[in-house]
């Protein structure tokens, strides 16, 4: 079935608000139903994960805290669009660039490229959330050194190759979806074997 246009919205009222999430509680009637439905929506803003590939082949991942779940985790880097006046594109594109840097320390080299490689939606029955994904090719440390913007929970920064995390992802060592996610969108368009 296509996604029509046609889908009611009969109420929707505001649960909780902060300014990276807003929940809401919906009454929707289905295309091509009569059946009303409740649901909880949890808004969020765009977001961006970023796969930075250095010109040695080897990807940089971050080990960050994440607190809901208790754990540690290795991670592309990744961060929330902020609001802005700017072209959707250009927004996407400026804030996976600076992410990166905040992130890992590490930032495009010159003439280097940034390649969209579409989005996904990560929680979507729940979440409006939508992580765009990008390859940054090649990075290098910035000459700053590899330590990340202080209001992140990041722990560590390091390099790791393609056979080391292919390993991590069998071993489950990584539990990351954005990472899983765009680790397969990296090897369903042959940017790895």
């Known amino acids: 079935m ?16 902060n300014p990276h999430i807003a929940v809401f509680q919906e009454r929707v009637i289905l295309p091509g139903e009569s059946r009303v439905r409740d649901w909880t929506v949890v808004r969020r803003k765009q977001a961006v994960v970023i796969a930075p590939l250095t010109s040695d082949g080897k990807f940089v991942l971050i080990h960050q805290a994440r607190i809901p779940v208790r754990k540690f985790l290795w991670e592309f880097p990744a961060g929330q669009i902020d609001d802005s006046l700017q072209p959707a594109s250009e927004m996407i594109r ?41 390859l940054a090719r090649p990075v290098q440390p910035t000459g700053f050194g590899q330590k990340p913007h202080e209001s992140e929970s990041i722990v560590e920064c390091r390099e790791f190759s393609l056979e080391e995390l292919s390993s991590m992802i069998a071993e489950n060592v990584i539990q990351d979806a954005n990472t899983l996610a765009l680790f397969a969108r990296l090897s369903a368009r042959k940017f790895i074997p």
Request: aromatic share 14%.
């Open 2 to 17: 296509n996604d029509p246009e046609d889908w009611r919205i009969l109420e929707i009222n505001s649960l909780f608000r």
């Open 94 to 134: 400026e804030t996976a660039l600076r992410e990166l840097t905040e992130e890992t320390g590490y930032s495009l080299i010159a003439g280097g490229n940034l390649t969209y490689l579409g989005h996904y939606y990560s929680s979507q029955g729940y979440s409006d959330e939508t992580p765009h994904l990008f």
